[in-house]
């Protein structure tokens, strides 16, 4: 059994920082990647960033510039560092394991609205 623990969403306005969190624990010896998607209402869930246990990061081009998503695969975890957020940043944030064996676990998503 895995789980995945987020922090650090809430209310920003535009121009704000936050910073989510994610560390996996259970059983999981390390991932072969690990990052975040995120959900608007009436929307899909889509990928924000994400990092392979190598370290290679990849983005979406919404976010690139202005988000930062670091990881360690020693400790199952990986850190978005968000600046500059925008209204259209507002969405339930979920952090996604994949382990070697191709078995994909979510956590249960946090809140981000960017509101003035």
């Known amino acids: 059994q895995v789980q995945l623990v987020e922090s650090g969403g809430g209310l920003v306005q535009p121009g704000g920082s936050l910073r989510l969190s994610c560390v996996a624990s259970?059983?999981?010896?390390?991932?072969?990647?690990m990052g975040w998607y995120r959900q608007a209402p009436g929307e899909e869930r889509d990928l924000v960033a994400s990092?392979?246990?190598?370290?290679?990061?990849n983005y979406a081009d919404s976010v690139k510039g202005r988000f930062t998503l670091s990881g360690d695969n020693t400790k199952n975890s990986v850190y978005l560092q968000m600046n500059s957020l925008k209204p259209e940043d507002t969405a339930v944030y979920f952090c996604?394991?994949?382990?070697?064996?191709?078995?994909?676990?979510w956590g249960q998503g946090t809140q981000v609205t960017v509101s003035s």
């Open positions: 996604r394991l994949r382990n070697p064996f191709n078995s994909i676990y």
């Open positions: 259970g059983s999981v010896l390390r991932f072969a990647d």
């Open positions: 990092i392979t246990s190598g370290g290679t990061t």
